[in-house]
């Protein structure tokens, strides 16, 4: 598995401020975690894309509860939202949040409406 680096993951829990990206709850004392939007496949990847701010978001939940659950148990509505992205999909795919205004991520760390 390829790990973020310190620097990245910290900029993206800064940019999302330590909410869930998606529904906006404080995952500071509930569990959280940094989604990579493309997923890194099987025994992690070589691609750079992978630790790209634009590909990592602060979800609530594991990969089974939470928003991050719900993601990735609901993959076509995932990819529709731009919570998944497709190989060869674009990093700037902007994302829709429950509350539907949607965003984009940059690669310095940012958001911006969509």
């Not at 790990?3 to 900029?11: D, E, I, S, Y």
């Not at 990579?36 to 609530?60: A, F, T």
């Not at 509350?99 to 690669?107: C, K, R």
Request: net charge neutral.
């Amino acid at each position: 598995m390829t790990a973020v680096p310190t620097g990245t993951r910290a900029l993206a829990l800064q940019r999302d401020g330590h909410r869930c990206a998606r529904c906006g709850q404080s995952v500071l004392n509930a569990p959280g975690s940094l989604h990579h939007r493309k997923p890194r496949g099987m025994g992690g990847s070589g691609d750079p894309r992978v630790s790209d701010p634009r590909n990592l978001v602060l979800l609530c939940g594991t990969g089974t509860t939470g928003c991050h659950g719900w993601v990735e148990s609901h993959r076509e509505l995932s990819y529709a939202s731009g919570w998944l992205l497709r190989s060869l999909d674009d990093l700037d795919e902007p994302l829709i949040p429950l509350w539907g205004d949607a965003f984009a991520l940059t690669v310095d760390g940012e958001r911006v409406a969509a």
